[in-house]
């Protein structure tokens, strides 16, 4: 299956920091809707951190997609909600 980064800007895909920094632009954007901002911005870190010192490559590969999914999920979200129309099947 081919990675999912492909569907992010490759300068977000190449770099976990700036895959990180964009997960809690996220969840704080998210947060701040939902008044759970605290409470996401922390699971998003404690995930980072736990796998912080992983060197598998494939598993690493693994992580950045979950990421990169969850980050297209909520983009094709907003865009939902936004004009109203359906994007995924």
């Not at 990180?20 to 911005?41: D, M, P, S, W």
């Not at 736990?50 to 997609?65: A, L, S, V």
């Amino acid at each position: 299956m081919p990675s999912l980064q492909k569907a992010l800007p490759p300068e977000l895909a190449d770099n976990v920091l700036r895959l990180y920094r964009e997960c809690l632009r996220r969840a704080k954007f998210i947060g701040h809707q939902k008044h759970n901002t605290e409470l996401l911005v922390t699971m998003v870190r404690e995930q980072f951190k736990k796998n912080m010192h992983e060197t598998d490559p494939e598993k690493i590969q693994k992580m950045k997609d979950d990421a990169a999914r969850g980050l297209i999920n909520h983009i094709l979200y907003e865009s939902e909600k936004i004009t109203g129309r359906k994007f995924s099947g």
